[in-house]
Each structure stands twice: as C-alpha cells, then as structure tokens.
C-alpha cells in the first residue's frame, strides 16, 4: 500500500514509465500554445515508446462485466419475475437520464418574487391578495422543475440493476483505468463506496485492484439495494460464498473521524440529494475520510457536470483540513489545472464529458450487444499539483482527416483549444500520435510559460466540424 508519502513519489516515478518499462527519460516535449490553431513540435519526444502506446493513451477497449456479476444478475430477474420490465427499464433510464437539479429554496423565493410584481401590474389580481398568491403558486408548478427523491424498494433496486447495472461499472472502471495507468504502483487496501446501490464499484475495483484491496465498505441507505448487493456477491442468493472477500454493508457513513480509506467513490450519487448544503456537507465528509483519492461519477449530461465541478471547487477552495490529514487536494483527472471549467464559461456552455463502451448484459430485452456510457467524472488526490502530469487533455472525439487532425484540447492555462496538427508543421511524431488518440486521451505535450508565448491571433473557426 502506498504510504502517506508515497504518492508523491508514485505520481512522479510514473509519468513515463507506462508502455516503455523504463526509467524516466529527460526528452523534448511539444508546446501548445493557447489561442493558437498549431501546436509546435520537436522531434523524438517518444524514445523508443510506439506511437499507438504514447504516455497519455487512457481509452479502454469494449468493457465487459465479469461473467459472475452477469449471471447472477440474469438469475436475479428470472427469480422475481415483473410485468413490462422492458418498458420499465427504459422509463427509469430516461428519467435518470434527464434528471435536473432540484431548484434551491432561494432561487424558488426570487422567482416568486419576481412573478408577484409582475402580476401586480394586473389591475384584477392587484386588489386581492389571495388571487394573487393563487396566481404566483400556479404559475410556479408550470415552470419549476419538480424534483422528487427516489425510493429504492425491492422491485425498483431490481429495475434500477437491469438498467443500470453494466453502464455504471464501465463509468467506474474507466475512471479506475485512469488512476492504474497513471499511477501503477498505487496498491490500495481500503475503499468506501457511498451510495453504493447495486454494488458495481466493488466490482469493479476487484477488478482493477483485487490483489491488494481487503476492505470494500459499501454504504447505501436503502436496505433493499444493499440486500440486492449481497445477493449479487453472492451470486443470486443468500447463503453462497462471496465472489469478492472482505466486503461490508452500512446505511450510515462511519463515524469516527480517525477512519480512512486509500479510495473513496461516489457514483451518480450526488445527484441524489435534495439540496446544494447536503451535497457541500457529503463532499466535505467523504473528502475528510480520503486518503490518497476521491472518485466522483455522475450522468454526462450539464447538471451532473455541474455537481462535480461545485464538488471539485469545494475540495479546492476549502478552508476546513482535518488534523489528522493536513494535505491540500488537487485535480488528478480529468482537468490539467484547478482553474475555473472552461466548459461552463464559454458563450454555449457544455458538459465536459466522456464515453465508455461495453458489453451489455444478456437480458432478453437487449437488442444491442454493445453499448456506450456517456458520463462525467472527477478524481481529487491529496497532495499538491506538482505531482501530477499537466498534458492536455483531449474533451471531444477526435476528427482524422486528410492529412490532419483535428483536436480540441483542455489547456493547463485553463483555456480550450482547437488543435489542428499536421505532420508538415508539427512533426511526424506529435501527429501520428494525435491520429492514434481518442476522446479522454492525454496529449502528450506541455504549454510555455506565458512569457514566452507570442501574441496569439484568433481562433481559427474554419476548421470546426
């Protein structure tokens, strides 16, 4: 297991090890420069490391669920028979899918506000106090998103497995891939899970890291799901041997602020939660019990990317430190700065966002063999920013045309960038290894300082596809 220390150490010693197995090499990077629709080249920048194996390759292939998850999930629904569980299924992804925040009783009250001078320009409701308040709180329900908490009860945790079950675990396990492959001689021992449901995060850090892990804690306040959760460990029943050892179910976090974990995860969880102090609540407390990384998965939509970075500036900016783990936070993935997300700051704002393909599960209503999970995570680290890669980071798929690519890159200055290499101007190596990258990849070039940059000109807007 890593030692309190040993992070910034395993940051460091890897940056380029992976693919190569050697010891870090001195060698010259590329240089992106912001504003600017070219990133400038120098040669041999790779070593002897394959273009297709650059240091900030971090797609997966098709993911798969293991065969024992699988299984005892289809056992699972054929055991509980229901009515229409095709149609349910897809109700209950759609609505999870399109999910908005809860409006904030603060921003309820001002639109109130709002409507009631508007409808005192009304000479008939002006007169009567109670018409008007009938008219603000009718016109109120037409326009305000009506939240609701979702209740997980035996028959919806099994919904909610069928149709959720295969996605979540591919999220999950690319956002572990990205800490294993940047980090691999990370070995954790302990993880937490919070709003653990069907228990896909458990699968899939057994996955990644089932040698080391002994301790899986899974907390969900929903007894139903953490039954369900153990009959899938279990493979579909009660009473068999646990497919994954050391495995623990709770409705509450733990107490104790002397209680740790080596990683803590939350997955399309934050969205749970009713309001914005209980989600600033959450993630003060499941950062105070990190002790190396803070996971957090949400839907790739604007709300749950919006949840993550609020999540995110509040690891960042926060004034609280725990005694007993006074080291700061930083982003570890997928943003190579802890600036503001120049995603929500454009003129159309929009959500930084990833897809994962996978397997799906054979269920009868399963059409399609594979499948794509669109999703946004963040990983937070204890340490400071030094320790970790500043390469820019690949935000949509990557278009190859003739000749050259078209990239568009999330900046360490904090800036977007709309790249476009070729290998005339910027070198056969920065370009095949733009040709071989894909959406979520890092590209493995570094931005000058500002003192060094030239004047940048406008974007230029006729490569956009």
Wanted: aromatic share 8%.
């Amino acid at each position: 297991m890593a030692t309190v220390r040993g992070l910034r150490h395993l940051l460091s010693c890897s940056r380029w090890r992976r693919g190569s197995g050697e010891a870090p090499q001195s060698r010259t990077l590329a240089a992106v420069v912001p504003g600017i629709s070219q990133v400038d080249n120098n040669s041999d920048f790779l070593g002897k490391t394959p273009h297709r194996r650059h240091p900030g390759i971090l797609q997966l292939p098709c993911i798969k669920v293991p065969p024992a998850l699988a299984a005892a999930a289809q056992f699972l629904l054929l055991e509980s028979p229901m009515p229409n569980v095709e149609k349910q299924v897809q109700a209950l992804t759609n609505y999870l899918w399109s999910r908005r925040l809860p409006v904030e009783p603060q921003e309820l009250q001002r639109r109130a506000v709002h409507l009631e001078k508007k409808f005192l320009e009304n000479p008939d409701l002006g007169q009567v106090e109670e018409k008007l308040r009938e008219a603000v709180l009718r016109a109120l329900r037409k326009t305000t998103y009506h939240w609701q908490e979702l209740s997980y009860n035996e028959s919806l945790s099994l919904v909610y497995m069928a149709a959720r079950l295969d996605g979540g675990f591919a999220a999950v396990s690319r956002a572990f891939h990205e800490i294993q492959a940047r980090v691999p001689e990370f070995q954790p021992q302990t993880l937490m899970d919070f709003g653990s449901g069907t228990g896909s995060v458990t699968w899939a850090a057994h996955s990644a890291w089932g040698q080391s892990l002994r301790e899986y804690l899974c907390v969900d306040s929903s007894a139903a799901m953490l039954v369900l959760a153990e009959k899938l460990l279990k493979g579909g029943s009660e009473s068999g041997e646990p497919y994954v050892p050391g495995v623990f179910f709770r409705q509450f976090l733990p107490v104790s602020p002397k209680v740790q974990f080596d990683v803590v995860v939350s997955a399309f969880s934050l969205s749970e939660l009713p309001s914005k102090a209980d989600r600033t609540e959450l993630v003060q407390t499941l950062w105070r019990k990190t002790s190396h990384f803070l996971v957090l998965v949400e839907n790739g939509t604007k709300a749950g990317h919006c949840l993550l970075m609020d999540a995110r500036d509040l690891v960042l900016k926060g004034k609280e430190k725990s005694p007993l783990d006074p080291r700061p936070g930083f982003v570890f993935a997928p943003c190579p700065h802890e600036l503001p997300c120049p995603q929500l700051t454009a003129s159309k704002p929009l959500a930084c966002s990833f897809s994962q393909a996978y397997h799906c599960i054979p269920f009868s209503w399963n059409k399609k063999k594979q499948k794509e999970e669109k999703f946004s995570m963040v990983i937070l680290a204890r340490g400071s920013p030094e320790e970790a890669n500043r390469w820019p980071r690949i935000t949509q798929p990557v278009l190859k045309r003739p000749r050259h690519v078209h990239c568009h890159l999330c900046c360490p200055d904090g800036h977007m960038q709309h790249a476009v290499i070729t290998a005339r101007q910027h070198g056969r190596d920065l370009y095949r290894c733009a040709r071989v990258s894909s959406w979520g990849d890092l590209l493995p070039v570094i931005t000058p300082s500002e003192s060094e940059l030239p004047l940048s000109p406008a974007d230029d807007k006729d490569f956009l596809t």
